[in-house]
């Protein structure tokens, strides 16, 4: 499977946008881009998902680089409540298998 | 639409215990995953049911166990527990669609503490 690196924690003021870069420089051609963000003591909660195409949805928005070996997730206009562990994690569609594989993701702190 | 429900939310046990736990996935999900999150190894795979069907299974020993019902209920089982097993325990339901994509909804989590 391909393996992500990401920054290890990064900071971000209230209400500016926050971009959280991931590298997955070993992705292959079928393998889709995840995104998912763990706020303390809770479970894991997706947030967007792509394979070539940027994606935008009501969270966030997905920039994915044409040769597919990075992407970045935006949120536009963070709160304090985005404060959490964002995980960028690279898999195959369903049919394929519904493992996930999360690394040690980016701890975000969103500042007043 | 309800959320994924997991029970109980906390369970202390003994070594060499067993334990059951909960998973009532988003209604009309048919796909159930569950995973082991701990400080040291971090989010890991133990399986994935769907269709009452085991279709995928991580790298753990056959102490772990797991089973899905005919309306996509889930439970997994942990026999002969070790002071290891420790962990958060988080369930997540899929809608299996005929779209390559899938996304996976997170319950809160089974926390197991073991003595």
């Known amino acids: 499977d391909a393996k992500t690196t990401q920054p290890t924690s990064m900071d971000c003021a209230e209400g500016r946008a926050a971009n959280l870069p991931c590298n997955h420089s070993t992705i292959s051609g079928n393998e889709y881009v995840y995104w998912y963000r763990q706020i303390h003591s809770q479970g894991p909660q997706y947030i967007i998902h792509g394979l070539k195409n940027n994606e935008t949805n009501e969270m966030a928005s997905l920039i994915i680089t044409e040769d597919r070996k990075s992407s970045t997730l935006i949120l536009p206009h963070a709160t304090l409540r985005d404060t959490a562990v964002y995980y960028c994690?690279?898999?195959?569609?369903?049919?394929?298998?519904?493992?996930?594989?999360f690394g040690g993701g980016t701890r975000l702190m969103v500042k007043p | 639409k309800a959320g994924v429900t997991q029970t109980p939310r906390y369970l202390i046990k003994t070594r060499g215990q067993q334990v059951t736990l909960s998973c009532s996935p988003i209604s009309g999900h048919r796909s159930v995953s569950w995973y082991q999150q701990t400080p040291g190894q971090g989010l890991q795979f133990l399986f994935e049911?769907?269709?009452?069907?085991?279709?995928n299974k991580g790298n753990f020993p056959g102490r772990f166990s797991g089973r899905q019902f005919s309306n996509s209920r889930s439970e997994m089982n942990v026999s002969t527990l070790e002071l290891g097993d420790s962990a958060l325990y988080l369930c997540?339901?899929?809608?299996?669609?005929?779209?390559?994509?899938?996304?996976?909804?997170f319950g809160p989590g089974t926390r197991l503490t073991v003595l």
């Open positions: 997540a339901s899929s809608l299996v669609a005929a779209v390559m994509y899938n996304e996976q909804f």
């Open positions: 994690i690279v898999g195959y569609p369903h049919n394929a298998g519904n493992m996930l594989t």
């Open positions: 049911y769907f269709s009452e069907t085991q279709r």
